[in-house]
């Protein structure tokens, strides 16, 4: 069995921003030379997510409104959490989010459902950032 790991970093400059990162696992797969296998996929930050949806530019207006209703990010006051921080929110909308993704490996290509992308959900940006790609197979 084969083994690859790799650390992908990201900075965004807004607060709250998706990023299709499907290119580079795609690329970590070519370097890898799995052909056979699984790829694993996770934030390493608890206010950042890893998920699989659309790349569709509506969609993702529908998420920010979606996750802006169930964990607002203002008024900063009316979390807990935020006694030394102010991202309550961010921690609340990653767990809904999700931390991973994992995605089959068939005949050297991510083995995906129509539509299916792996994207990067930031939810307290402006920072260096990761996440960590694990691919086992053969
Ligand atoms: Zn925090």
């Not at 030379?33 to 530019?57: P, Q, R, W, Y």
């Not at 964990?71 to 609340?92: I, M, R, V």
Request: hydrophobic share 35%; with cysteine; proline share 3%.
């Amino acid at each position: 069995m084969k083994s690859y790991r790799k650390e992908l970093w990201f900075q965004t400059s807004k607060r709250r921003e998706l990023i299709n990162i499907t290119p580079d696992v795609e690329k970590c797969l070519h370097e890898s030379g799995i052909k056979e296998g699984f790829v694993l996929c996770n934030a390493m930050h608890i206010t950042a997510s890893v998920f699989i949806n659309d790349d569709e530019s509506g969609l993702h207006k529908d998420y920010e409104k979606w996750l802006e209703k169930l964990a607002p990010e203002k008024p900063h006051s009316q979390y807990n959490h935020n006694t030394f921080e102010d991202n309550a929110d961010a921690h609340l909308k990653r767990t809904i989010m999700g931390r991973e993704v994992v995605v089959a490996i068939t005949a050297g290509k991510l083995d995906f459902g129509p539509w299916e992308q792996i994207f990067y959900g930031e939810f307290d940006g402006k920072r260096k950032k990761r996440v960590l790609v694990k691919i086992i197979g053969e």
